[in-house]
Structure formats: C-alpha cells, structure tokens
T-cell receptor
Framework: AQTVTQSQPEMSVQEAETVTLSCTYDTSESDYYLFWYKQPPSRQMILVIRQEAYKQQNATENRFSVNFQKAAKSFSLKISDSQLGDAAMYFC???????????FGKGTLLTVNP | SAVISQKPSRDICQRGTSLTIQCQVDSQVTMMFWYRQQPGQSLTLIAT?????????ESGFVIDKFPISRPNLTFSTLTVSNMSPEDSSIYLC??????????FGPGTRLTVL
C-alpha cells in the first residue's frame, strides 16, 4: 500500500522568508502524481502544486516550487517570499494506479510570523 | 478548475439520525469522490461515486453506513446513517478533471451530539 509521510507536524517562517516542507512517500508504481494541498482555517482544500512522476523537471507555481527526487521518493515544497496568507495546514498527497485515490500525509501546520 | 458547492456547510445532529450531504459541480466531471476528515486528522477516502452504478467503497467503509448516489455527471450525495459522536468530522467531496487532479468542495462540518 502507498504511504505518505510528513515528518514536520509544525513549521514557522518569518514573513518574506523562505520555508521548505518535507514529504516522503512509498510506492511500487512507476507512474503516479504528487500534490501539495493547502487547508486554511476555512477548511477548504486548495491545490497548491502538482507533479507528474514521469517529468524530471520540478513543478513551479509563482512562489511555490517543489524538489522532486524520484529515486529517493521525496517531494518537498518550497515557499518563497512567505506571506501571512500562506499560513495554513499543508498536506502532501499521492495518486497512482487505476483508482485515482488520493493518499494524504498527516499534514504540516505552517505559521507565518509578521 | 470546476466550481464545487456542498450543502449543508455545517450541521449539528442528534445520535441515531441521518444526514444527507449534497455536492454540486458546475460542469460535467468523470469522477467524484467523498472524503472524511476527522478532527485534527488528515483526509481519508470513503468512496468513489460512480455515475449510474454503485459506489466503490474503501476498506472500513460500508454502504449501509455511507450510502452514496450519483444520478448524473454533476451531482452526488453522501448520507451518514445512524450517526454517533464518532461520525463528527468534515466531509468533503472532490471531482477529478481530465488532468488527473482532484479539486475539493468547501466541506461539510458535521457535529453529532
């Protein structure tokens, strides 16, 4: 079974600084997708960034980028120029195989200090 | 991405009763899912809602407890039956577009007394 591990229950960053959230996963599939979702106190799950495993190039979305290491099964999220609105719970998620099920990590609570 | 709405947004229910949660999408989507997020926890998939056929349930979830309907490509319901306080959670629907990416509705916060 696929598993997703987020080893940092909580992280904090100063406004305008950079922070990296860690995620590792375990799978026997060769073709899969990885995601980072953000959940602010409003509880809405918001897609932050998506990575296809067959693509070697790391995905980027404005201030958000990933470091995807397929051999190491590592998928970290870097947030640059952190803003107060980035404060939220961040979930790493995996999807692979034919059923498209998302398997989530336990989440990392990010605090942004002014 | 699709616009997804859920009703109700929150509810407080008595144990032993049932609640039906609706999920509406503004465009036709191939796949819809229902997840549960227990307090302070991550999300767990309950089932895949299949249009025109029975839902596909994950291990630990059964149709008698969580009946699901999906009459068309834009709408699905999840019923939480015979509720107990352990069912207090956020219930979220998600839809998958052609990009193999799931987008989530705003969630329904359920409290069972």
């Amino acid at each position: 079974a696929q598993t997703v591990t987020q080893s940092q229950p909580e992280m904090s960053v100063q406004e305008a600084e950079t922070v990296t959230l860690s995620c590792t996963y375990d799978t026997s599939e060769s073709d899969y997708y990885l995601f980072w979702y953000k959940q602010p106190p409003s509880r809405q799950m918001i897609l932050v960034i998506r990575q296809e495993a067959y693509k070697q190039q790391n995905a980027t979305e404005n201030r958000f980028s990933v470091n995807f290491q397929k051999a190491a099964k590592s998928f970290s999220l870097k947030i640059s120029d952190s803003q107060l609105g980035d404060a939220a719970m961040y979930f790493c998620a995996y999807s692979g195989g034919s059923n498209y099920k998302l398997t989530f990590g336990k989440g990392t609570l990010l605090t942004v200090n002014p | 991405s699709a616009v997804i709405s859920q009703k109700p947004s929150r509810d407080i229910c008595q144990r032993g009763t049932s609640l039906t949660i609706q999920c509406q999408v503004d465009s036709q989507v191939t796949m819809m899912f229902w997840y549960r997020q227990q307090p302070g926890q991550s999300l767990t998939l309950i089932a895949t809602a299949n249009q025109g056929s029975e839902a596909t349930y994950e291990s630990g979830f059964v149709i008698d407890k969580f009946p699901i309907s999906r009459p068309n490509l834009t709408f699905s319901t999840l019923t939480v039956s015979n509720m107990s306080p352990e069912d207090s959670s956020i219930y979220l629907c998600s839809v998958m577009t052609g990009t193999d990416t799931q987008y989530f509705g705003p969630g329904t916060r359920l409290t069972v007394l």
